[in-house]
């Protein structure tokens, strides 16, 4: 049986290498089935996943839950960003020039699965002698090290759409699965964190304070993040030989490797692409790091209420897998994230400052539920969207800085797009920090015990940082240059370039 599966896989991807080659002679970029896009988004389950832990529970888990003190936690994660400022492109750069029988990118999606999973499940469930220091170097070492396995997975894992999808549109449809599913994952595991891992009990009134449930929640997450992986991992391994042939190997030299990583980054569309990525998780992260703040002490919603926000949301998420991919082809990718960027900028701070002018109903009313619900609901659908188009708008780099310096980076500049995607929790985490102490949020609250002056300073806070690094986060995007024409000549240019070296190799052969 297993030699079976085999044969129909390699069966399968002579087809798709069949025609991948119709397409390319005919000057059409190869077209990929649908059950590809879905092997491709599935994987994102893992960093979705990984990712929801460490935005919305990390935080109030060692902080509220065992007692470290805010700043610490938010130092901590911060750190870890740190370092993985190294890595990752490290990482990328070392998937771009690996050469083996799996491909380029699989081998280090294949070796990530275990330690992730590992890993991930000791975070929540450290060792019950701890002090608040212990704790604090137990998280920072746990965070390194579950952060070098996930960008061992992502990194490798995000790349290969350049090799599926090489069309303007396409490319953006194959990203919407990617964040379909990390939305996915991250929604699926916080439903269950909140509705059953730690919901309100007669034990634990404030279910997020239950250090037993986190303990069962990791262990959750961790399995869901291995059987993604590989799942993932083996439904995209037949593929490897429809890809674009890989240059030969070359010896490593640092100070090459360092001149070709600062071509590949130092110019304008990388530049303003990543620094807008980087504002925005940033904003993101910091919002998400103390939703479940604002969620529990602010609106005095209960662990139910909180899961059906968050079924809300998988609607949102099913609609951004349509919604995000014929904006941008209606719209133009850039032109769609501006208009996107504007919509959310106004969404965001809207209910807190709402409650703040006393406009909205009081707690515990059902009104303000479904407004609240419906405000979750958009805010999801703009974020999975935005997210969708600028990881395709960042894609499209790899083209651009391929026609220009002659190598294929997709693995070094997904790394870039990777670490931003950690930096939501990093600096979502260090920030909220920051923020909590600001407004002096006190530790281990119960609900209603915070003061009323204390959640006032909170919601006129937050909303400001995040406005503030929103807009930045758009002002870089109306500066990204490459549009679908551009694009389109970049491709041009590569294959022109690549014929001619298959005809030059010809002749001396």
């Keep these: 049986m297993p030699s079976e599966g085999m044969d129909m896989a390699s069966a399968a991807a002579d087809r798709e290498g069949a025609q991948a080659r119709a397409d390319a002679g005919s000057g059409q970029p190869a077209k990929r089935p649908w059950r590809v896009k879905f092997f491709y988004g599935l994987g994102s389950i893992a960093f979705g996943v990984k990712d929801n832990g460490f935005t919305y529970l990390l935080m109030i888990f060692y902080n509220q839950a065992l007692g470290v003190p805010a700043a610490a936690v938010g130092l901590a994660i911060m750190v870890a960003l740190l370092v993985d400022a190294i ?92 964040w379909f599913f990390g939305w996915i994952g991250g929604l699926t595991i916080s439903i269950l964190g909140f509705s059953v891992f730690l919901r309100s009990t007669p034990e634990h009134p404030t279910g997020t304070l239950n250090i037993e449930g986190y303990s069962l929640y990791g262990l959750t997450a961790s399995l869901m993040m291995f059987a993604a992986i590989l799942i993932s991992s083996y439904g995209t391994q037949h593929l490897v030989r429809t890809f674009r042939p890989v240059p030969e190997r070359r010896p490593f030299i640092f100070a090459r490797s360092a001149r070709e990583t600062m071509e590949t980054i130092v110019n304008r569309p990388f530049l303003t692409i990543a620094g807008a990525t980087l504002f925005s998780y940033a904003a993101t992260g910091i919002a998400a790091a103390v939703l479940t703040y ?35 082809t209606r719209m133009g990718k850039k032109r769609a994230q501006i208009m996107l960027w504007i919509a959310f900028i106004i969404a965001s701070p809207a209910m807190y400052w709402s409650r703040l002018m006393g406009w909205l109903p009081a707690n515990g009313t059902e009104l303000l539920y479904w407004l609240l619900f419906t405000s979750s609901f958009i805010n999801t659908l703009l974020a999975v969207c935005l997210g969708t188009i600028g990881s395709s708008l960042l894609a499209d780099v790899v083209e651009h800085s391929a026609a220009r310096t002659g190598r294929h980076s997709a693995g070094l500049i997904f790394a870039t797009n990777a670490f931003m995607l950690k930096a939501t929790s990093g600096i979502g985490a260090f ?63 590569l294959a022109e370039r690549s014929k001619a070296s298959e005809n030059s190799a010809a002749l001396g052969g």
């Design 87 to 178: 890595a990752d492109p490290l990482i990328g750069t070392w998937s771009d020039n690996v050469r083996s029988r799996l491909g380029r990118r699989h081998p280090f999606m294949y070796a990530a699965a275990l330690p992730i999973a590992v890993s991930y499940f000791f975070l929540w469930n450290p060792p019950s002698d701890y002090d608040a220091q212990e704790l604090f170097w137990y998280l920072l070492i746990l965070s390194i090290l579950i952060r070098l396995c996930i960008s061992m997975y992502e990194i490798p894992s995000s790349a290969l759409v350049v090799d599926l999808a090489e069309s303007y549109d396409d490319r953006t449809e194959f990203l919407s699965y990617r």
């Design 294 to 328: 604002f969620r529990v002490y602010f609106w005095e919603l209960t662990g139910d209420q909180i899961s059906l926000l968050l079924v809300g949301n998988f609607a949102a998420v099913f609609m951004a897998l349509f919604v995000a991919p014929r904006f941008a």
């Design 431 to 493: 920030g909220a920090g920051i923020i909590l102490a600001f407004v002096e949020f006190p530790e281990n609250a119960k609900v209603g015990d915070v003061s009323q002056q204390v959640l006032v300073n909170f919601a006129w806070t937050e909303p400001a940082v995040i406005m503030a690094l929103q807009l930045c986060a758009l002002g870089l995007i109306i500066a990204y240059p490459i549009t679908k024409a551009m694009h389109e000549a970049n491709l041009r240019t």
